[in-house]
């Protein structure tokens, strides 16, 4: 008898009503809406054969439905209220997924929004174990635990008296114990669950009692809750030199060796925005402070040029104020650029395009790294390879010759 291929179906939990950091699920990270990573976790997997987004929101909804999830029915609301546990919810979602077309996944998948950064492969591993286990309930991954629980202490309300949290066999005082004699301990993570079906339908748990680890490298442990939490996390994307899944192409890091930065004008040196008096004449506005970056990337010996569609003696004043060479009035700056480095004999895999626009992704494939301010169009912002923190004309410039100072260090 042909042994059938398993239905394994990945959820994606998502509410609209979240606190920390609000409408979170489809905030922008790192270029892409936040579950979107989760949605291409799941997509990019050889064993998973649908995939559902939970949530109660008409908008997390459209989005993830353009990121190539189903979004069956909308989680009725008693469901998506801030102390809802998760069983409620894949309870619910498995018993009317069964009503109304008859579906019975053999594994379930849970995927949480808030843990994006996670390795490649990750979800065959993690399924793979539990359908090599037949015994098994659940998969969960885990990292290990970042401060060993034996050392943690609980104080009693009446005598204000510690104790310790918890005992170990053979040692008498464990929080006074080295680290390496005691247990090894674990932290589980929102990366990934895998369960069985009749776990959560007939045991009416999320886990079961058989739980099956999968180690997962520290590195990619975030859980994003609070704003600072997603300024470092999104840091990891771009310089954590992570082999993680994207929705995208896969991104690059900045060269080690650099030898020339390509900077276009408007948009990236200023704020896009022209200012017009009443004789036609114009005017933009530019960052001291990207100044003396350009200035410190002079002396640290990388070369720089100014690569702008724009013809106006602005460009060309601003461009002398910075001691930068510029090639202004480009149609196609691709053309232009791929001429400037075989005439200069520059390795383009040593270049740096940093832009804003979608008249600038042309230019992306043909240097080592893509680097695009953080008000970038859209699609820029998609395909680039590095989001910058700043905005442009509002330090965008000075952090790119930040960051490669300090890279040089």
């Not at 202490?153 to 009446?158: A, G």
């Not at 030199?241 to 650099?258: K, S």
């Amino acid at each position: 008898m042909v042994k059938t291929k398993p239905e394994i179906l990945a959820v994606i939990p998502a509410r609209g009503g979240s606190k920390g950091i609000p409408r979170k699920n489809i905030k922008n990270f790192a270029g892409y809406p936040l579950i979107a990573y989760s949605i291409q976790a799941a997509l990019n997997s050889k064993y998973v054969t649908r995939t559902i987004v939970s949530t109660d929101d008409e908008e997390i909804a459209n989005v993830s439905k353009a990121f190539g999830a189903e979004i069956p029915f909308l989680r009725p609301a008693e469901f998506a209220q801030d102390t809802t546990l998760d069983f409620p919810v894949f309870e619910n979602l498995l018993k009317t997924l069964q009503e109304s077309e008859n579906y019975f996944p053999d594994l379930v998948i849970q995927l949480r929004p808030t843990s994006p950064i996670r390795p490649i492969g990750l979800l065959d591993d993690a399924i793979e174990i539990l359908l090599n286990n037949p015994v098994i309930d659940s998969v969960r991954g885990v990292v290990p635990s970042g401060q060993n629980p034996y050392k943690m202490w609980k104080i009693d309300k009446d005598s204000g008296l510690m104790t310790g949290l918890l005992n170990v066999e053979g040692i008498e005082e464990p929080y006074n114990s080295a680290r390496q004699a005691l247990p090894d301990t674990y932290w589980q993570t929102g990366h990934i669950d895998v369960i069985r079906t009749n776990v959560i339908l007939e045991k009416r748990s999320m886990s079961g009692e058989k739980i099956k680890p999968i180690l997962i490298n520290p590195d990619y442990t975030v859980d994003i809750d609070k704003p600072s939490d997603w300024q470092r996390s999104e840091w990891l994307v771009w310089y954590g030199g992570l082999d993680m899944v994207v929705p995208g192409n896969t991104r690059r890091a900045l060269p080690d060796e650099v030898e020339l930065v390509v900077f276009d004008f408007d948009g990236v040196m200023t704020d896009d925005r022209v200012y017009v008096n009443q004789d036609g004449i114009e005017m933009v506005a530019a960052n001291r402070r990207d100044g003396m970056g350009v200035t410190l990337l002079h002396k640290a010996g990388i070369k720089m040029i100014i690569l702008s569609s724009e013809k106006n003696p602005v460009v060309q004043a601003r461009a002398k104020k910075l001691n930068l060479p510029v090639i202004q009035g480009v149609d196609e700056k691709s053309s232009v650029l791929h001429q400037y480095l075989e005439e200069n004999r520059i390795d383009h895999k040593k270049v740096i395009f940093v832009g804003n626009d979608i008249n600038d992704i042309s230019c992306f494939s043909m240097v080592g790294c893509a680097v695009v301010v953080a008000d970038a169009h859209p699609v820029a912002l998609r395909q680039a390879d590095v989001v910058l923190q700043h905005k442009g004309g509002r330090g965008a410039v000075r952090e790119v010759c930040d960051l490669l100072l300090q890279s040089k260090r």
